[in-house]
């Protein structure tokens, strides 16, 4: 199978965890299926009967080769056992990889594309780059903000607040498109994408 590479939505799976802030990663691969539609189809074979993986071949570019969608079923912080097996298998190098996670180092509402580095103590980062042996893969940062209380597991394990719910569901949005960027562009261009909705932003406009 001819395939583009990897996106992997980081976070918990079980409906106690949807909605939650760790959870950005796997709403952005939702808004995914929901825009590749029937060009979306669930694996059932593979690592996901032996890894407890959710998967989907995914055709998101028209005329290139299709993309695989993972949302690891491992936790959070064994994010890298589930990404690490999916490559194995597909034979997917670093390169073509781009997570997708939530990050405390950055406001509410803002994003940010990253090739490499460190994982700021993100948790599921940190085991993805553990397991690959290298930090060389693409990171797409949504921000959700550090609280003013120091339990930084209840604030990323909690909801939003209705007075964020919508900031955030904008943010959402423009992951989406700066995946479908990089699928299509490759990183620069979801570079280009996540700087045109922080710039937006700034001037208070509608975000693009």
Known sequence: MRLSGLIAGLGNPGREYETTRHNAGFMVIDQLLEHAGPLASQLSAGPASRNS??????????????????????????????????????????????????????PLGALRFKTGGGDAGHKGLKSITRCL?????????????????????????????????????????AARDCALAYAGHGPEAARSSAGAFALAQKKGTDII
């Open 53 to 106: 993986c959710l998967l989907w071949r995914c055709f998101l570019v028209p005329g290139a080769p299709a993309w695989i969608l993972l949302k690891p079923q491992t936790f959070m912080n064994a994010s890298g056992d589930a990404v690490r097996l999916v490559m194995s298998w597909f034979s997917i190098e670093p390169g073509s990889l781009l997570a997708i996670h939530d990050e405390m180092d950055l």
């Open 133 to 173: 042996g290298t930090p060389d893969y693409h990171r797409l940062r949504l921000g959700i903000g550090r609280p003013e209380h120091p339990d930084a597991v209840d604030w990323v394990l909690g909801r939003f607040a209705p007075a964020e719910r919508d900031a955030f569901g904008q943010t959402i949005d």
